[in-house]
């Protein structure tokens, strides 16, 4: 009994690792790039990012055992979260999701490129920052609308052991739902982008994108979400994880991406046809990361979780 109780952190270390671990990624590149010179590579880079993402929410299972945490079930967590989440202020959560999302980004884009190189291209380091805020605020806006809220306020959290198959076909039968708002969102980011100048189309397809499917999801038919949720994925082989990875995040990360690049070549599409195949490559692979990071996660937190009960 004792391997399924799962970690639940005092409120006030959840809000501070919202600030704290995208801190921790800021200085990755300028750091590395200055370590190896010219021998840094963007794959180093971000490697190096989700091996501190790793630590980070290891050391936050640490600090949190030893300050306030409790080791409690599963479904008791997902309770406490769903009532806290809907009993929030809106634009308390709003504001703190929309900073982390921010700094994130940022730290990114250092890893992408140099720090003196910040905004190059895109109209200075001032309007690049604007562009990350407006971003920022387009991902919280289920936040802002309260319909995150309203839907933690009516979702049940199953209390009962149920079959695994039965959480994973509930988990998977509303992706195609999802597939879709990506889609549509993607084609009109790629039109909406192409009525731009170089300078202007990349950060039109991303805005016009990200809003577009924000404001799907707020739809009925896009935003349906489970009558019931389970609060774990049940006893699942890491293939498994995998698999949930690759759908939940390879597949819409793959149409987004793949958009990215019909934008990028402009007036000459069929330019970029040899790559897609390897952007949806790397985006299934960043999927299956996803995955990975979630079964090692719930290993760790059942295995100490077992040690500190017996």
Known sequence: MSAKLVLWKPRAQRIAEYFIFPLVLLPVGPVMRNLLGNAYVVELGF?????????????????????????VAPAERMQRLFAELASAPRWQ???????????TFIA???????ADEFGLGFGGPAVLIGFVA?????????????????????????????PSSRI???????????YLATLIATIAGFFA????????????FAIVTLGLLQLLRQLPFFGKAPKRVYPSFGRREFGNYLLLGILCWGIPYAIMFSGYLFILVGDEPFAVFDSVALTILVALLGGALMGGFL???????QRRAAGETT
């Open 295 to 301: 079964y090692l996660n719930n290993r760790i937190g």
């Open 93 to 103: 959560t709003a504001l703190t999701r929309a900073v982390c999302y921010a700094l």
């Open 168 to 178: 994973w076909s509930e988990q998977f039968r509303l992706l195609p739902r999802s």
């Open 134 to 162: 407006l971003v920022s605020l387009i991902m919280v806006i289920p936040l802002l609308t309260g319909k995150q809220q309203r839907l933690m306020s009516s979702i049940v959290v199953e209390q009962t052991e149920v």
């Open 193 to 204: 982008g192409s009525q731009f100048t170089d300078t202007l189309r990349m950060a039109v």
């Open 47 to 71: 490697a190096a990012a989700f091996a501190l993402i790793i630590l980070s929410v290891l050391g936050g299972r640490l600090w949190a055992q030893g300050h306030g945490g409790e080791w």
């Open 108 to 114: 990114m884009i250092l890893i992408i490129a140099p």
